[in-house]
């Protein structure tokens, strides 16, 4: 049997160029029902009202750079960027949740603990996650942090035992400038915050 919508070239099964071709695979799809899916279009405003919270993998998440600027993140690797914190070397890790709760819950009367918990059930020790929700410039604000043991043995100058807390600082919120659908900056609202907090 022939093969319409392939030539052998140069020893090669090659995808036969053309309408026939083209045809005959737009035939054999709708026979076989293998047809793709319209593409959708996705707004920028909608992407930034759909905020993805919590850990990816047992991490905090990056700050989603393309429709919402306004954030600040340890784990990015943009300029939206913030070093990791280390704790006191005797401090626990209940003891560092509490008092990252006193301090957020200290910055305005607003605030509020959205979620608590251990990284994993089965080890309890492996790690804690906060999320508040914060006022800021436009609506509510996201909070995360992620307090876990700092287990690298790295033997660097300068480097102090103590446990690492990683955090995120999202707003809730993007407005945009109308046509060019470019969103307004927050001055910088979520690295202050996150100073403060620190």
Avoid: H
């Amino acid at each position: 049997p022939v093969d319409l919508g392939y030539c052998e070239c140069e020893g090669r099964r090659v995808p036969r160029q053309g309408r026939r071709a083209g045809l005959l695979s737009a035939a054999a799809a709708l026979l076989l029902g293998n047809v793709p899916a319209p593409a959708r279009a996705v707004s920028p405003y909608k992407l930034a009202s759909e905020l993805d919270l919590g850990l990816l993998k047992g991490r905090i998440r990056t700050c989603p750079g393309n429709v919402n600027p306004n954030c600040v993140s340890t784990s990015s690797l943009s300029d939206a960027y913030q070093s990791p914190w280390k704790t006191p070397e005797q401090t626990d890790m209940n003891e560092a949740c509490q008092l990252i709760k006193e301090v957020v819950l200290g910055l305005s009367p607003d605030a509020s603990l959205e979620a608590f918990s251990a990284v994993s059930e089965e080890d309890p020790e492996r790690g804690k996650y906060l999320q508040f929700q914060v006022p800021g410039r436009f609506g509510l604000d996201k909070v995360e942090f992620l307090v876990r043991p700092d287990d690298l043995s790295r033997n660097w100058e300068g480097d102090t035992p103590g446990l690492l807390v990683f955090y995120r600082s999202i707003a809730g919120s993007v407005k945009y400038i109308y046509p060019i659908q470019q969103p307004l900056s927050d001055f910088g609202e979520q690295k202050k915050r996150m100073q403060q907090v620190r």
